[in-house]
């Protein structure tokens, strides 16, 4: 008898540009019902590791209000969420105003510079 081997599924959540997008929240569903969660997604893409291949695997990704959601085939161990970039420059001004007025507290400063690339 062939040794089974694991079914891995590698979810990657990122932007139209192709950054990954810290922040999201990714679930993994088996045959419908939530076997496991990633509540905030970091600088690896989220993975999921599963004996028995013959279930069906599901994926939620959530980041604030945005949601997507897939029933991957039986062949497909990956899928690419892509969160609007208009969520996350919105997401990412808010942190740069936030970061600023923390700056110019601690500073005293009366102006700042925030650069940022996109």
């Known amino acids: 008898m062939?040794?089974?081997?694991?079914?891995?599924?590698?979810i990657s959540v990122r932007d139209?540009?192709?950054?990954?997008?810290?922040?999201?929240?990714?679930t993994f569903l088996v045959n419908g019902t939530p076997f496991a969660?990633?509540?905030q997604t970091r600088d690896e893409d989220p993975s999921f590791?599963?004996?028995d291949e013959?279930?069906?695997i599901g994926v939620v990704v959530k980041y604030g209000d945005f949601r997507d959601?897939?029933?991957?085939r039986q062949d497909q161990n990956s899928w690419d969420?892509?969160?609007?970039?208009?969520?996350?420059?919105?997401?990412?001004n808010i942190l740069i105003?936030?970061?600023c007025m923390l700056v110019n507290v601690y500073t005293q400063i009366s102006f700042l510079v925030c650069v940022v690339t996109f």
């Open 69 to 72: 959601e897939v029933t991957l």
């Open 37 to 39: 969660e990633i509540p």
């Open 16 to 26: 139209p540009r192709n950054r990954r997008v810290p922040g999201a929240t990714v």
């Open 81 to 92: 969420c892509e969160i609007p970039l208009h969520l996350i420059e919105t997401d990412l």
């Open 97 to 99: 105003l936030q970061t």
């Open 54 to 56: 013959s279930v069906v």
């Open 2 to 10: 062939a040794e089974q081997l694991d079914r891995v599924v590698r």
């Open 49 to 51: 590791q599963i004996r």
